[in-house]
């Protein structure tokens, strides 16, 4: 046999059981990936960092930002909702990690005025804290163009 022809008729092999792209004889699932924001949120105790003043010693403290120990992000990703798309399927696209901070609550004082301005201070984790599937849409018939030369 040809070598070409042997070539041919593998991928043409390969086509047919590859998994997850309907063969002819399958039915287009017609649904496409739905977009899902990133978000951030904590995790664990979350107190508020007082604005205060310190008077011989003794802090007196109100309002100013919250915090907590962690502050997790879970990135952009796609799922499969099951939104409807002619001709199209969702896939698996591999794993996204999840990152967290490890914050703190930090008071700066105004020299000489006793003031005590709060912030919440975070500084990148010691890694990655877990993992959001991502999937991604994919036609069910992919399309074969003919180039022509001329």
């Known amino acids: 046999m040809n070598g070409s022809v042997l070539l041919g008729r593998g991928l043409l092999l390969l086509a047919a059981i590859s998994p997850g792209v309907p063969s002819s004889g399958q039915q287009c699932p017609d649904v496409r990936a739905s977009q899902v924001d990133a978000r951030t949120y904590w995790t664990g105790t979350v107190v508020r960092c007082g604005v205060g003043i310190r008077f011989f010693g003794i802090t007196i403290g109100f309002g100013g930002p919250e915090c907590a ?14 939104e409807p798309n002619r001709g199209t399927m969702c896939l698996p696209a591999g794993p996204l990690p999840v990152t967290f901070e490890t914050c703190h609550c930090s008071r700066a004082t105004v020299l000489g005025t006793g003031l005590l301005f709060p912030d919440c201070e975070c500084e990148t984790g010691a890694g990655d804290i877990g993992h959001v599937e ?3 849409t994919v036609p069910c018939e992919p399309k074969i163009e003919a180039t022509v030369r001329e």
């Open 134 to 136: 991502d999937f991604m």
């Open 69 to 82: 120990p962690r502050r997790v992000t879970e990135p952009a990703h796609q799922t499969c909702l099951g």
